[in-house]
Antibody, heavy 119, light 105 residues
Framework: QVKLLQSGAELVKPGASVKLSCKTS????????MSWLKQVPGPSIEWIGW????????NYNQKFEGKATLTVDKSSSTAYMYLSSLTSEDAAVYFC????????????WGQGVMVTVSS | TVLTQSPALAVSPGERITISCRAS??????MHWYQQKPGQQPTLLIY???NLESGVPARFSGSGSGTDFTLTIDPVEADDTATYYC?????????FGGGTKLELK
């Protein structure tokens, strides 16, 4: 069955960076789109961007340009998101999700990883 | 595209409920619905406005096009306690509604 397993919770200092991982199984990763999303209680869920695992092509929400960088490793069927120059505004739960082709809904989600930004 | 949902509902098991989602501009039928229980990731219920995701009970249904969409649960069961989000993928960036928290009396 389809599984998306995200790395564990992160505690990072302001100004630092973090790389989150999302290891997948149960589907053909190399022809899949993978998205990352941010959830902060109250303001709801934000889509950060997607990456096409086949060629590494990306599409970002303009709000997260310069903040997030999406990459993949096809050999391990793993998606990554690098977040740079973290501030308190970046503290959130981050999800990876498989993105269904052109219709773009998220049919499978990772369990989420909490990122805390604190000195 | 701003998606507006009513913030909360409190209903009794066995009732029929509708959760609305209004878009600030047309999203055609590229509207999807998710259920999120506390401490868990969201799960897909309805895609492309009216298509039931595999494995989701037929008590859930979706309708709408353009700017007005509805998620219906009939009948509501105790296990449906959760927050429900609509999401559009017609306009860039893809956006979510603020969520409707469903509580069972």
């Amino acid at each position: 069955q389809v599984k998306l397993l995200q790395s564990g919770a992160e505690l990072v200092k302001p100004g630092a960076s973090v790389k989150l991982s999302c290891k997948t199984s149960g589907f053909t990763f190399s022809t899949s789109y993978m998205s990352w999303l941010k959830q902060v209680p109250g303001p709801s869920i934000e889509w950060i961007g997607w990456i096409y695992a086949g060629d590494g092509g990306t599409n970002y929400n303009q709000k997260f340009e310069g903040k997030a960088t999406l990459t993949v490793d096809k050999s391990s069927s793993t998606a990554y998101m690098y977040l740079s120059s973290l501030t308190s505004e970046d503290a959130a739960v981050y999800f990876c999700a498989r993105t269904y082709g052109g219709s773009s809904y998220f049919d499978y989600w990772g369990q989420g990883v909490m990122v805390t930004v604190s000195s | 595209t701003v998606l507006t949902q009513s913030p909360a509902l409190a209903v009794s098991p066995g009732e029929r409920i509708t959760i609305s989602c209004r878009a600030s501009e047309s999203v055609s039928t590229l509207m999807h619905w998710y259920q999120q229980k506390p401490g868990q990731q969201p799960t897909l219920l309805i895609y492309l406005a009216s298509n039931l995701e595999s494995g989701v009970p037929a008590r859930f249904s979706g309708s709408g096009s353009g700017t007005d969409f509805t998620l219906t649960i009939d009948p509501v069961e105790a296990d449906d306690t959760a927050t429900y989000y609509c999401q559009q993928t017609w306009n860039d960036p893809w956006t979510f509604g603020g969520g409707t928290k469903l509580e069972l009396k």
